[in-house]
């Protein structure tokens, strides 16, 4: 099993509960993610994942998709 990879990405524009559900519904869908955690407070969402079947650019991609910017 290769050891999953975490990574944080800075998400702008969540706001309340359902953010945080629709963003984290949106990333946990991706094949490969293993666990999403999106934090309000810090706007940060945390996201561990198996490098073999799904990279940091997809992942942005669902967060993008589901309507939130990504700051680097
Ligand atoms: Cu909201």
């Known amino acids: 099993m290769p050891i999953p ?3 944080t990405f800075h998400v ?5 509960q359902h953010c ?3 963003i984290e519904s949106m990333v946990g869908k991706l094949s490969g ?5 999106a ?3 810090s706007g940060t969402v945390e996201v561990r994942y198996n490098v073999e079947q799904v990279d ?3 992942i942005e ?3 993008s ?3 939130y910017d990504i700051s680097k």
């Open 5 to 7: 990879e975490a990574k």
């Open 12 to 16: 702008q524009g969540m706001h309340c």
């Open 20 to 22: 945080k559900k629709v």
């Open 33 to 37: 993610v293993e666990s999403v955690n």
């Open 39 to 41: 934090d309000l407070k």
């Open 56 to 58: 940091s650019e997809a």
């Open 61 to 63: 991609g669902a967060i």
């Open 65 to 67: 998709g589901a309507g």
